[in-house]
């Protein structure tokens, strides 16, 4: 079965650090573009960071750039999100997903807690 598992997340002070990390399996991963979500309550899902399966193109919400950063090692099946400089603002569940033939196969992870607060 295809499965996307989230870790990483956890309650850090402002301007911490956290890496979240997307292991998938039952994909070919490396075909998949892949993105982080975050969702907080009485709030719309956003989307974060994307990037290709080829790992060439990067999207960043506005929110988070040059804090943020999207990468993958498809030897690993995995996609990191490395937060810094964090902010009480980016409180949320964090979601990664997966994306292949323009949309038409979409999977989700379960979602990580990210807290930031003193």
């Known amino acids: 079965q295809v499965q996307l598992v989230e870790s990483g997340g956890g309650l850090v002070q402002p301007g911490g650090s956290l890496r979240l990390s997307c292991a998938a399996s039952?994909?070919?991963?490396?075909?998949?573009?892949m993105g982080w979500y975050r969702q907080a309550p009485g709030k719309q899902r956003e989307l974060v960071a994307r990037?290709?399966?080829?790992?060439?193109?990067?999207y960043y919400v506005d929110s988070v750039k040059g804090r943020f950063t999207i990468s993958r090692d498809n030897a690993k099946n995995t996609v990191y999100l490395q937060m810094n400089s964090l902010k009480p603002e980016d409180t949320a569940v964090y979601y990664c997903?997966?994306?292949?033939?323009?949309?038409?196969?979409?999977?989700w992870g379960q979602g990580t807690q990210v807290t930031v607060s003193s």
């Open positions: 997903n997966g994306v292949y033939r323009l949309g038409r196969t979409n999977y």
């Open positions: 990037i290709t399966n080829g790992g060439t193109t990067d």
């Open positions: 039952g994909i070919v991963f490396s075909v998949y573009n």
